[in-house]
T-cell receptor, first 114, second 111 residues
Framework: DAGVIQSPRHEVTEMGQEVTLRCKPI?????LFWYRQTMMRGLELLIY????????DSGMPEDRFSAKMPNASFSTLKIQPSEPRDSAVYFC????????????FGQGTRLTVV | DAKTTQPPSMDCAEGRAANLPCNHS???????VYWYRQIHSQGPQYIIH???NNETNEMASLIITEDRKSSTLILPHATLRDTAVYYC????????????FGIGTKLQVIP
């Protein structure tokens, strides 16, 4: 398996535009996580899914953010409209259900909103 | 999940053992101790985890105190490539796995 795949790796967009980040988890993994990382706030959990169902979205900063997982092999994180303060690195991770296992992270998407 | 506390930064000489402490005094009986690290600009990487017993793999050793209130990650022979932020996490063995990260320890390996 190629690991968790995120796209794009880099995204530069203008304020007010819609941004969609994409993630392909490792095949067979039940959990998918979206994180945001900034210098000020560190690595924050935004939302996670179990078997394609959102379980906890309490970390989503506001209504401008939404995440979907239409099937076991694909998830999106959308920001609409984007703002400069959304500039960050966004990571996707996946893992198996059982507790005695680790999460695997993608390489991240560096988002810059100008 | 139990809260963990780590020193914000540490230095280690190249070739020496790096010992990274973590305090998890409120850990419950079914919570594992996990360690991840994040090398600059990359996604976090799993290192090791344990429940009660000490663990060792090709990357590191994990020493958990008998009362499970603290643990130490040991990198036996630190290299410059081990410079990274190291995160200690307490995670339930069952139910939903909400993997959250604290600030971690910035380890600087010095030549």
């Amino acid at each position: 398996d190629a690991g968790v795949i995120q796209s794009p790796r880099h995204e530069v967009t203008e304020m007010g535009q819609e941004v969609t980040l994409r993630c392909k988890p490792i095949s067979g993994h039940d959990y998918l996580f979206w994180y945001r990382q900034t210098m000020m706030r560190g690595l924050e959990l935004l939302i996670y899914f179990n078997n394609n169902v959102p379980i906890d979205d309490s970390g989503m900063p506001e209504d401008r953010f939404s995440a979907k997982m239409p099937n076991a092999s694909f998830s999106t994180l959308k920001i609409q409209p984007s703002e400069p303060r959304d500039s960050a690195v966004y990571f996707c991770a996946s893992s198996f259900t059982t507790g005695d296992t680790e999460a695997f992270f993608g390489q991240g998407t560096r988002l810059t909103v100008v | 999940d139990a809260k963990t506390t780590q020193p914000p930064s540490m230095d280690c000489a190249e070739g020496r053992a790096a010992n990274l402490p973590c305090n998890h005094s409120t850990i419950s009986g079914n919570e594992y101790v996990y360690w991840y690290r994040q090398i600059h600009s990359q996604g976090p990487q799993y290192i090791i985890h344990g429940l009660k017993n000490n663990e060792t793999n090709e990357m590191a050793s994990l020493i958990i105190t008998e009362d499970r209130k603290s643990s130490t990650l040991i990198l036996p022979h630190a290299t410059l490539r081990d410079t990274a932020v190291y995160y200690c996490i307490a995670l339930n063995s069952g139910g939903y796995q909400k993997v959250t990260f604290g600030i971690g320890t910035k380890l600087q390996v010095i030549p």
